[in-house]
């Protein structure tokens, strides 16, 4: 891996200028990183310079730190062309296990920042688009610290609030919040024009509702065959999961059971009531020191367990021994989560001890 000297800025890459893409090099350029970009589209990347995303074209053999923004199909082939140098790469591509799979190098970190917005392109990219937003990762095993450290640290600093999965339980978590709904919307949307044909009306009669439900289905069409693809065993999954309880509720409005039908939508509503909101970094934290061995694979175990928990991660660090063969992983957690976190790793053989930040 390859590091700036002191006083040089840091230099990342960027293939796919888009609008993910072009906001994460708008993003690490106004945190003063040099950015260099490419896109199979000289047009897009030219735009893209234009517009400040990136500082120039090209390739960069000096980059610590290489984003990987193209449609999915794509991300493997780019990850590993990508890997030939000597930095990090991590991609942004919604599915992840044949990703993680496809590319299986200790300096790859799979990832996928949720965010995005209603424009199209690099014209639509923002510098603020991450800040708040939920960035997952996917380490493995085989996945360097170092790596997993530095693709932390770095999307950390874009203001994102970083989630760590394994590539398949992330692909099914996503196949629900993301994908199937944007499938939904998109059915329901094209059901609804059908229609709209024979009832000239129709159209016009769609109301707050409607438009809030079927909203995603305006995104770009073009990078969901992908997705589906490479994710079409979760989707699947899923979609007859959604058509089994889409046939309970058409037998409860054919038979009129308004009990069970009040029934069903309290519980939905509760459940979107419940929806946890964005929240501020907490005021008090702790730190937790987790003795860990030299080996493969530890620092995603202790990330994914603290996801699986429920337990954010503000920040961390690795502090190596001087002697090798072991290091600390310090982690920074609210304080109400530290005897959760810390008994699940003493399960799983660690020994860990935390205090206070004063």
Known sequence: MTFPADGEARRAVVVGTGLIGGSIGLALR???????????????????????AV???????????????TP??????????????????????????????????????????????????VAGADAELFSGAVWA????QATD???????????????????????????????MVSHVPHLTAATLMRLANDRADAHGVLLRLAAGGFRDMTRVAAGHPGIWPDICVENAPAIVELLASLEEALAEVRALVARGDRPRLLATLEEARSARVNLPGRVAQPD??????????????????????????????????????????AGVAILLIDVVFVERLAEALVGRGYHPSSRPLQ
């Open 30 to 52: 106004a945190r003063g990183w040099h950015v260099t970009g490419r896109d199979h589209d000289p047009r897009r990347a030219a735009q893209a310079v234009a517009l400040g």
């Open 72 to 121: 999915v199909g794509a991300v493997a082939a780019e990850a590993v062309a990508a890997l030939d140098g000597r930095g990090v790469v991590t991609d942004v591509g919604s599915a992840k296990a044949s990703i993680v799979r496809a590319v299986d190098h200790p300096r790859f970190v799979g990832g996928h920042p949720m965010a995005g917005s209603e424009q199209e392109g």
């Open 55 to 69: 500082d120039a074209l090209g390739y960069d053999p000096h980059a610590e730190l290489t984003f990987i923004a």
């Open 145 to 175: 610290p170092a790596a997993h450290s530095l693709v932390r640290s770095v999307v950390a600093s874009l203001g994102a609030e970083v989630v760590e999965l394994a590539p398949e339980r992330h692909d099914t978590l996503v196949a």
């Open 284 to 325: 008090r934290l702790a730190e937790l020191r987790v003795p860990v061995p030299d080996r493969p694979g530890v620092l995603a175990e202790i990330t994914t367990l603290a996801t699986e928990l429920g337990v954010n991660i503000d920040d961390l660090e690795i502090a190596h021994s001087s002697e090798g063969g």
């Open 137 to 140: 990762l996917t380490p493995v």
